[in-house]
């Protein structure tokens, strides 16, 4: 299984850099010189189209950049432009992860509950704005719940029953 880390949407310059907009919640480790990445042509294909080396990263204005081994020319990296990066569930570890931590596909699709076990609804998407996630939560029925990861709010993860309780403070509903 793979996950997606992101999408490369342009080419930058001359040299074979790649303009990404990342969608992984480790962009440092994931698109460090030598990891493994494989290329997709849409989020939803299951078998990739090839396999690459990140050979050098960096940030700018908003955006990873991204030159991958043996691809060094804007020619040669043009038909990479509109597709999609992941990365292989084997090189996922939780040796990553401190405790308190998730990658992101552990947490999207959990049910949430508030501490007396109703469903509040399921986690769809996780957004990064800042200082802290948060966690946009699907309710049937009713707008989404923009869910602050703070400790306040987070009572507890638990991935093997798949939920999240959450206590829901004043004016977050």
Same mark, same amino acid.
């Given at each position: 299984?793979?996950?997606?880390? +992101?999408?490369?949407?342009?080419?930058?310059?001359?040299?074979?850099?790649?303009?990404?907009?990342?969608?992984?919640?480790?962009?440092?480790?994931? &698109?460090?010189?030598?990891?493994?990445?494989? #290329? &997709?042509?849409?989020? %939803?294909?299951? %078998?990739?189209?090839? %396999?690459?080396? #990140?050979? %050098?990263?960096?940030?700018?204005?908003?955006?990873?950049?991204?030159? &991958?081994?043996?691809? *060094? *020319? $804007?020619?040669?990296?043009?038909?990479?432009?509109?597709?999609?990066?992941?990365?292989?569930?084997?090189?996922?570890?939780?040796?990553?992860?401190?405790? +308190?931590?998730?990658?992101?596909?552990?947490? $999207? +699709?959990?049910?949430?509950?508030?501490?007396?076990?109703?469903?509040?609804?399921?986690? /769809?998407? $996780?957004?990064?704005?800042?200082?802290?996630?948060?966690?946009?939560?699907?309710?049937? +029925?009713?707008?989404?719940?923009?869910?602050?990861?703070? /400790?306040?709010? #987070?009572? /507890? #993860? *638990?991935?093997?029953?798949?939920?999240?309780?959450?206590?829901?403070?004043?004016?977050?509903?």
């Amino acid at each position: 299984m793979y996950y997606n880390v +992101g999408k490369i949407v342009n080419t930058h310059g001359i040299r074979g850099e790649l303009r990404i907009v990342s969608t992984t919640d480790f962009p440092e480790e994931r &698109f460090k010189k030598g990891s493994q990445l494989a #290329v &997709f042509k849409t989020e %939803s294909d299951s %078998s990739p189209l090839q %396999s690459v080396t #990140v050979a %050098s990263a960096r940030q700018h204005k908003g955006f990873t950049l991204l030159t &991958f081994e043996g691809y *060094d *020319d $804007i020619n040669a990296v043009l038909p990479f432009k509109g597709t999609v990066l992941k990365v292989d569930e084997a090189q996922l570890t939780d040796n990553d992860l401190s405790d +308190g931590e998730y990658y992101y596909h552990q947490i $999207i +699709g959990l049910t949430v509950v508030d501490q007396a076990g109703n469903k509040i609804g399921t986690v /769809k998407e $996780i957004m990064a704005p800042g200082a802290n996630d948060v966690w946009v939560v699907s309710r049937p +029925g009713q707008s989404e719940l923009l869910l602050p990861v703070i /400790k306040q709010v #987070v009572k /507890k #993860v *638990d991935l093997e029953n798949q939920q999240v309780v959450v206590e829901l403070m004043e004016g977050l509903d």
